[in-house]
């Protein structure tokens, strides 16, 4: 393989920071050595052969040590460069990292072509690898938002590294079509080396350390049903005027995202009924993928700095100018400037939620004998047919979800039902889903990498909750950074690299459903009206409809059920 090729042995890596004299070199750094630098820990390996290995596996080092061990022969089959790639921002910002390589490169160009098996040749390809590696998996979150950085290292490549390497070349293209490569992973791999070396391994860098969160790993699993059918197929209604107007702000995410879309001519819930189960499914599978594909694994760290809570927090807007709250330190360098997409992604699944929850509080037919309990404050109940229809399609569109692993949408309907309480009015079979819903958030909550489980669902498409993700994040973040003798805990930024790098993982291995563009744009403009909606004041609006019960009773029934679906994963 190419880029191990130019690794360096452990008792080298002194040569990496002692090899030039540039203000990066005075980061608090001594003389490289494992009791001050970079701290390991024995572990026994057993070989086929049977005899005893002891391996060494870092554990904590001081930053300049960290970026130093970038250059150790096994750094990318045992995927450090993608866990550093993913993790330096909490203790070093993109332009330290990048003056490292670039003095790096400086001081080994003008030797690097002398002895190709000297230690300055090996320094030198080995950074050129690592600085294609950054380019390739985290242009969007530090080069495209830094026209500085980039354009430092743009006039580093054309004025010092051309004139003397032209191999080197083509980091100037994948700068150029650093946006456009995220779109399209498999046509990434351009490597450094003479093309007629390269005909053993042209994959990308970061797609050779990917290995890391899937090998080794044993995990929870969870009994997934297969689909049966493409759920309801609910009567056409005509559609009746309703004014809710009182209860919607204008809508701040969904408007500006999809533009036109949201301006699409008006139709009430009753569209729903027009489609099956598997055409809704399908196509809001489709619209959370969109959102999906443009986000970063870095995206989902340091979300608590972002304000990013549990589920019962509000989740601040994304466009809002104001600043975040006291307590909320970041866990990132003071003058590194974060990306806040995460907040689009949140902010979506919570316009998602709102949908599911007005749709129904909103629809109206005529009055039958059944009950519907909306439970907030108060407890309400309803007896409209439509409400039912539609709280049975939702159900079903979310069972689907993830029974296709779309996970994301799932958590968003329950998140929009978890209001709703339709014990005493739905089939009994109808009912069991909102247990089931249930029971998959437990298991998405009880392992952050328990969507890995097993080659076989590996292999399938997957939309993780975004939300989720960031609170397992959140919580391998709690805790220390630093040991007692300044040394950043590598142990702990592994663990953290490893859950985030699901995104790109679930992010090569696409939904291929065929795009309702109608559908499509009637979903979009149902959910941009909604925006921010109170679906409290939405059920208010429609109050003479309603007439309130004893919320003694019922709120037992609830709590009964609930205990019952606690008792699944008892």
């Known amino acids: 393989m190419y880029a191990e090729r130019w690794g360096l042995e452990p008792c080298a890596l002194p040569v990496i920071v002692n090899i030039a004299a540039a203000p990066c070199d005075t980061l608090d750094f001594s003389p490289l050595d494992e009791s001050s630098s970079l701290i390991f820990y ?15 596996i870092l554990q904590a080092g001081t930053p300049l040590g960290l970026m130093a061990y970038l250059y150790s022969s096994d750094a990318f089959l045992e995927g450090y460069v993608q866990q550093f790639l993913y993790t330096f921002r909490y203790f070093c910002t993109p332009h330290d990292f990048l003056h490292f390589l670039l003095d790096r490169i400086s001081s080994t160009l003008s030797r690097a072509h002398q002895d190709p098996t000297s230690t300055f040749t090996k320094i030198y390809r080995r950074s050129l690898c690592v600085l294609q590696a ?69 994959r990308p860098f970061n797609a050779l350390c990917k290995r890391f969160s899937e090998d080794g790993i044993s995990r929870k699993s969870f009994s997934w049903r297969l689909p049966r059918a493409n759920g309801l197929v609910l009567p056409h209604h005509k559609e009746r005027q309703y004014t809710i107007a009182s209860a919607l ?43 999906f594909q443009k986000c970063h ?43 806040k997409y995460l907040l689009q992604l949140l902010r979506n699944a919570d316009d998602v939620s709102t949908w599911v929850a007005a749709e129904i509080v909103t629809s109206h037919t005529s009055k039958n004998s059944t009950e519907l309990y909306i439970f907030k404050d108060t ?32 958590m968003q309907i329950l998140g929009g039902l978890e209001h709703l309480a339709a014990w005493k009015i739905l089939p009994a079979k109808i009912a069991e889903i909102m247990e089931e819903l249930k029971a998959v958030e437990v298991f998405l909550k009880s392992d952050s990498l ?12 997957t939309l993780p909750s975004a939300h989720l993700l960031a609170m397992h994040i959140q919580q391998l973040e709690t805790g220390g950074f630093t040991m007692t003798n300044g040394a950043h805990r590598w142990s702990k930024l592994r663990n953290i690299a490893k859950v985030a790098s699901q995104v790109h993982a679930f ?30 004041i939405l059920a208010a609006d429609n109050r003479a409809n309603f007439h309130q019960i004893p919320g003694e009773k019922h709120s037992r029934k609830i709590q009964d059920k609930l205990r019952r679906m606690k008792a699944t994963f008892q």
């Open 42 to 56: 024995n572990v026994n390996k057993h070989p086929c052969s049977g005899r005893q290995k002891k391996a060494r």
């Open 134 to 202: 950054w380019v390739e998996d985290c242009y969007t979150v530090d080069f495209i938002r830094n026209a500085g950085l980039l354009g430092q290292l743009e006039d580093f490549i054309s004025s010092k590294i051309l004139p003397l390497d032209g191999t080197a070349k083509h980091l100037l293209g994948l700068l150029e079509v650093g946006t456009e490569r995220r779109a399209d992973s498999t046509s990434r791999g351009a490597d450094l080396e003479d093309p007629k070396e390269a005909e053993e391994d042209t």
């Open 249 to 291: 702000p204008k809508p701040c995410f969904f408007e500006d995202f999809y533009g036109p879309y949201a301006k699409a001519s008006e139709k009430g819930p009753y569209f729903l009924t027009e489609y099956s189960t598997n055409q809704l499914f399908t196509q809001l599978t489709l619209l959370q993928q969109e959102l």
């Open 297 to 339: 694994p870095v995206h989902f760290l340091n979300s608590r700095a972002l304000g990013v809570m549990d589920k019962n927090a509000a989740i601040p807007k994304a466009s809002s100018s104001e600043s975040l709250s006291a307590k909320a330190c970041s866990l990132f360098l003071s003058n590194y400037v974060q990306d």
């Open 379 to 410: 407890i309400i109940v309803f007896s409209f047919q439509l409400q039912v229809n539609l709280l049975s399609k939702f159900l079903l569109i979310a069972k689907s979800c993830y029974e296709q692993r779309n996970f994301a949408t799932a």
């Open 450 to 461: 328990c969507l890995m489980e097993g080659r076989r669902f590996r292999a399938q498409p």
């Open 507 to 536: 992010q090569e291995n696409p939904y291929t459903f065929s795009p309702d563009p109608k559908l499509q744009a009637h979903l979009k403009q149902r959910i941009a009206r909604f925006s921010g909606a109170d679906v409290s």
